[in-house]
């Protein structure tokens, strides 16, 4: 009887812990009137650079603290804290993604309650942070031009759970085959809701669009606690 | 490319259910995975054998059942499957348009398990 074959049915998430994680990140942040906000990309797509026009872009207007999870440097973090931005670098050692587990580190480490929004710059790579919930209350993500605009064909998942694309290095277009209208096609079929921008953090073409969605979107999450 | 802490995670889920049901071994776990995701199924069993040894669920066998992408057209709302590598190009069959919003394709869940 011992030996016979009996079913368990199971019923559950395979990352229901990672889930559960990140539900209790969101409404911690939510009760200090903090937006989270993950940022992902490829390597080299300048999500950096991003960051640092941000960092100047809301100076005075939105207090802002940054998480990064590049690779084993603390070079990113110190370029941040440079602007004046409280910065935090955790190491995630190879890891090919952040979790919700990581990110509460991150945020155990900040004086969260002082700041309106916490960036966390995720590791660069459009596979696997597109499958692990952080806790974010936004997902953003950075493509850049010479990555080409089939992107979307390759990583689909990542297309289709963030709320903003920003499309980088405009200022590389003249010089390139890149399709934008094939790309703003590929990217609404996959997810209609997306907003599109494109941006160029090298000569700051459009990045105060972005910065104006910052805000609308740190506003608006302040007004109603982020009660979506 | 991160199935090893999706395979830790199938383990901890599994205990976990296994706990206090008198199993002395995991035979089979029943897996529904989505084709959005990149997870290769060989990956998945070789991290579970690798770490799963010396629990009951050693030796046990990973059956993944993968969940088509089925799309609503925003337009027409016809249902319809799309082969996940032609995601972005594909327009609704009944309608023509494209843009839609995802059915199924994303699925990450553990279905049930066989035991002795």
């Known amino acids: 009887m011992g030996d016979a074959i009996r079913l368990i049915e199971v019923k559950e998430e395979i990352l229901s812990d990672n889930i559960k994680q990140a539900d209790e990140v969101r409404d911690r942040l939510r009760k200090t009137k903090t937006m989270l906000l993950n940022l992902m990309s490829s390597p080299g797509s300048g999500k950096t650079s991003l960051i640092l026009r941000t960092v100047e872009g809301l100076k005075g207007a939105v207090k802002l603290g940054v998480i990064e999870a590049d690779i084993d440097s603390t070079v990113d973090a110190e370029k941040v804290a440079a602007g004046g931005v409280p910065a935090i670098q955790l190491r995630t050692g190879g890891f090919c993604h952040l979790d919700a587990t990581m990110v509460t580190q991150g945020i155990d480490a900040m004086a969260v309650d002082e700041l309106d929004l916490v960036i966390v710059e995720n590791v660069g790579n459009l596979v696997c942070p597109a499958e692990f919930d952080t806790g974010a209350h936004k997902n953003v993500m950075i493509l850049s031009i010479p990555e080409g605009d089939d992107k979307p064909l390759k990583y689909p998942l990542m297309f289709s759970i963030c709320d903003l694309l920003l499309v980088n290095k405009i200022d590389y277009l003249p010089l390139s085959d890149f399709d934008m209208a094939a790309l703003k096609k590929r990217v609404l079929v996959l997810n209609p809701r997306i907003t599109i921008l494109e941006i160029s953090c090298k000569t700051g073409a459009g990045v105060e669009r972005w910065i104006d969605w910052l805000k609308e979107e740190v506003d608006a999450f302040g007004r109603d606690e982020g009660g979506v | ?116």
């Open chain 2, 1 to 116: 490319m991160h199935e090893l802490p999706i395979t830790e995670s199938i383990l901890k889920v599994v205990l976990r259910h296994a706990e206090g049901q008198n199993v002395r071994k995991v035979v089979t776990i029943r897996l529904q995975i989505g084709r959005l995701s990149d997870l290769e199924d060989e990956w998945i069993q070789r991290y579970f054998d690798y770490l799963s040894e010396g629990t009951i669920a050693q030796g046990a066998q990973l059956k993944i059942e993968r969940t088509p992408v089925m799309m609503r057209c925003s337009a027409c709302s016809a249902s319809y499957e799309v082969e996940a590598a032609r995601i972005g190009d594909l327009v609704c069959p009944a309608c023509g348009e494209g843009g839609g919003t995802l059915l199924s394709g994303r699925e990450y869940y553990i279905k049930e398990m066989e035991v002795q």
